[in-house]
């Protein structure tokens, strides 16, 4: 498995890496529940705690066109999620507890967000679900990989990412959203996204020596490569299921640090892989027809498509830290959407 994009930035005094290969996750899983020892941690009934249960609620309005996404922004020392309208007004907190909260995803039908977090405590990641306002969280599967999940369309069932005992490989597995049922849906592979039908997932893997898009059946079989690479990631479906967004490193453009990186003094004598900045394309479902979208020196990734199919928002570095960008689906009427104080990512876009 080759090596994602990662991102640095100063939380608490302390740099935290927010996004690692799969080949790591272990070591970043264990290194941020050190990290945010100083964040705490609470438990409740059967020991399990998410956050926001103990925290001030904000009541949502209709879901309907709100983005969700993960942000360092707003108050308190840790990664919460958020959410905004596609115009960048009404702006909400969902989690309000000192603990890691990231990688979000609306539920088909808009009233639910499944997400990673410390639900179970510091010691590990858990994949958590909780209500469109952050009200009634719950965990559905412990121990996972920061990866993030993705709904079935029928909103029955999850995947997510967890790296095997011992790190190294990580497999995609799904399971219903009650927690039962688990199984691996498909092995070194990351970041699956269901197909609107519900027919095909599109899965990221390295097996062929760079990160890869491939799609394969919800039953595991029927494993299809779509692209060649080198370091295509994050696929989104469109709504009508007729195009993928991917972010792809084809391009080669050298990746530059970020505000958060520039203004943390040990990052200066850190001796950094090479990274590749990506850019976001769209392509046909049978792999091909790619079309670049984004042409410029930033890091650009996490698409996700408006309900309509006329936008794609994602996430980009050109301003500094990581901003939230829309834009139309054919790379035009760019837009910034988030100006919050550090970094923001993940978007995914309500029904």
């Known amino acids: 498995m080759t090596r994602q994009a990662f991102r640095m930035t100063v939380l608490d005094g302390r740099r935290v890496i927010l996004?690692?290969?799969?080949?790591?996750?272990?070591?970043?899983?264990?290194?941020?529940?050190?990290?945010?020892?100083?964040?705490?941690?609470?438990?409740g009934t059967n020991g399990v705690h998410c956050p926001g249960e103990d925290g001030k609620r904000q009541q949502a309005s209709s879901p309907s066109g709100r983005i969700v996404f993960w942000s360092e922004g707003g108050s308190g020392p840790c990664i919460g999620i958020y959410t905004v309208w596609p115009d960048g007004k009404n702006l909400r907190r969902l989690t309000h507890t000192p603990l890691f909260a990231f990688q979000p995803a609306w539920s088909p039908d808009g009233r639910q967000i499944a997400f990673v977090t410390e639900c179970g405590g510091a010691s590990r990641f858990d994949l958590c679900v909780m209500d469109a306002d952050g009200a009634n969280m719950r965990m559905v599967v412990p121990g996972v990989t920061p990866d993030a999940p993705a709904w079935s369309p029928d909103g029955r069932r999850l995947t997510f990412t967890r790296v095997r005992e011992g790190g190294g490989t990580a497999d995609v597995y799904v399971v219903?959203?009650?927690?039962s049922g688990e199984r691996v849906l498909v092995q070194d592979a990351q970041r699956a996204a269901w197909s609107p039908d519900g027919a095909r997932i599109a899965i990221v893997s390295g097996r062929d020596g760079t990160d890869k898009i491939y799609l394969v059946n919800p039953d595991g079989t029927g494993l299809q490569r779509l692209t060649d690479g080198p370091n295509d990631q994050y696929p989104a479906w469109s709504p009508d299921g007729k195009r993928i967004a991917f972010s792809s490193g084809r391009a080669q453009k050298p990746h530059f640090l970020t505000d958060a990186e520039r203004r943390d003094p040990t990052v200066q004598g850190l001796k950094l892989p090479p990274r590749v900045a990506a850019d976001i394309y769209v392509m046909r479902t049978d792999g091909t027809g790619a079309v670049r979208l984004t042409d410029d020196p930033s890091d650009n990734q996490d698409p996700a498509w408006s309900p309509d199919g006329a936008r794609i928002v994602f996430d980009s570095n050109r301003d500094g830290d990581y901003e939230l960008y829309v834009m139309n689906a054919d790379g035009g009427g760019l837009t910034r959407l988030t100006r919050q104080r550090g970094s923001d990512g993940a978007p995914s876009w309500a029904a």
Not at 19 to 43: D, I, K, N, P, Y
Not at 176 to 179: C, E, F, I, M, Q
């Open 19 to 43: 996004q690692v290969s799969l080949r790591r996750a272990l070591t970043f899983a264990m290194a941020m529940s050190l990290t945010l020892a100083g964040c705490g941690t609470s438990r």
């Open 176 to 179: 219903g959203t009650d927690g």
